[in-house]
């Protein structure tokens, strides 16, 4: 059998402490003039104590099986995208299932930025053919549990947060109609956490050279991102039989103000079907699309009958691109906010 599926609930979750760019100014030699001019941030969320992968996915998720109108018994399946995981082990999912009262399984999804378009993707597999109902897809990160906040290079960049999305089984064409997925592990160090891992496990000499936190080169990631974003979107919208001329609304991963016009540019896209929300949040990594997508839909750009293009690229090198065309009805806010549990803030 092969179905459709279908995008029935979203959700996401920031923590609620915010790091301006003023706050950078007075942390390492940096400026408000040169992060927005070179990347178009303005401020992002980090977490505070006691703020987690989980809790801000568990929040995410909530709001998003509100809307589906679901609960967490009725997923067959949680795919959770992150390189920020509560722990090495068990996985950030097995703790999501439980505090969702899920009885299904969970698994973590590592493929950095692109994490949450490969997450998508997989679901997308198991309701086409059949086999379950309601996936949930969380792209989530905590970053700033590993940013060195003495290095500029990176600090500037990463922020915090989690989106969350049901995507369900349907017989009406839509959903999931294109993707891709790509990987090229040639050059991990172009972006990456040296240590912690098996290959290099923490030791004094490796904390004290700052190897357990981000370390990127910039421009290396910048050129490959610039070639890559409209390639692997082209790539998924041929999959799905259409042109970036049909793209309604599209929604690229938010490292870089300057890499999303030089895709978009690629792509041809007039300004207003480009989804842009790096100025509040910074790069959210696998947090960034689903985040982008609740706020795309918060704000009316998103329809019936849209055709969404969204595509990421990241640490591994990895990059993914997905072409979905909305069919859920969308729910009003106010109906989401009752079905919702009172201390479950919308957003929030
Ligand atoms: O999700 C994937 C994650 N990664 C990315 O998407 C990163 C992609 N790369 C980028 O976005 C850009 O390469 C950066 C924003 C990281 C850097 O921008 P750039 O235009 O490539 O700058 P650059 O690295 O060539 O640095 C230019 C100058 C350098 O000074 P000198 O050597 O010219 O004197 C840097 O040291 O800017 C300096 N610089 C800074 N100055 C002020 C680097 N970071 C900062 C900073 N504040 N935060």
Redesign the pocket.
């Known amino acids: 059998m092969s179905g459709y599926s279908a995008i029935t609930g979203w959700g996401m979750s920031v923590p609620e402490k915010i790091l301006t760019n003023a706050d ?1 100014e007075r942390m ?4 408000d003039e ?2 927005t001019s ?2 178009g941030i303005k401020e992002r969320h980090v977490a505070g104590p006691g703020e987690s992968a989980s809790t801000l996915s568990i929040a995410a998720a909530r709001q998003a099986l509100a809307r589906a109108g679901i609960e967490g018994k009725d997923l067959g399946l949680i795919i959770v995208a992150t390189v920020c995981a509560d722990y090495p082990f068990p996985s950030t999912g097995n703790l999501v299932q439980h505090a969702l009262g899920a009885q299904c399984p969970a698994f973590d999804m590592q493929a ?2 692109s994490g949450f378009l490969y997450g998508l993707s997989t679901a997308h597999q198991f309701l086409a053919n059949g086999s379950m109902k309601h996936i949930l897809v969380i792209g989530v990160e905590v970053l700033s549990r590993v940013i060195d906040y003495t290095d ?7 922020g915090d947060g989690a989106g969350a999305v049901v995507l369900s089984a349907s017989d009406e064409p839509g959903g999931v109609l294109g993707f891709t997925m790509g990987s090229d592990g040639a050059r991990p160090d172009l ?1 990456w956490i040296p240590i912690g891992g098996s290959a290099e496990p923490v030791t004094e000499e490796g904390l004290r050279a700052h190897r357990q936190y981000v370390q ?1 080169q ?5 050129k ?2 610039t070639r890559i974003m409209g390639t692997a979107m082209e790539e998924a919208l041929d999959h799905a039989g259409m042109t970036a001329a049909d793209m309604d609304l599209f929604i690229p ?1 938010q ?2 103000l ?2 999303i016009e030089s895709a978009s540019k690629r792509l041809n896209l007039p300004p207003e079907k480009v989804f842009v929300n790096i100025e509040k949040y910074g ?1 959210t ?1 696998a947090a ?1 699309i689903p985040i982008a997508l609740c706020e795309a839909i918060e704000q009316g750009r998103v329809y019936p009958g849209a055709h969404i293009g969204m595509v ?4 591994g090198l990895t990059w993914a691109a997905a072409v979905v065309k909305w069919t859920a009805p969308l729910r009003t806010r106010e109906k989401v906010r009752d079905a919702l549990p009172a201390t479950a803030a919308i957003g929030s």
């Open positions: 950078l390492v030699e940096t400026s040169w992060i070179r990347t950095a930025c500029r290079t990176t600090c500037v960049l990463f972006l990127m910039g421009g290396e990631v910048f490959f991102a991963h490292a870089n300057r890499i790069n990594s960034a990421a690229f990241g640490a």
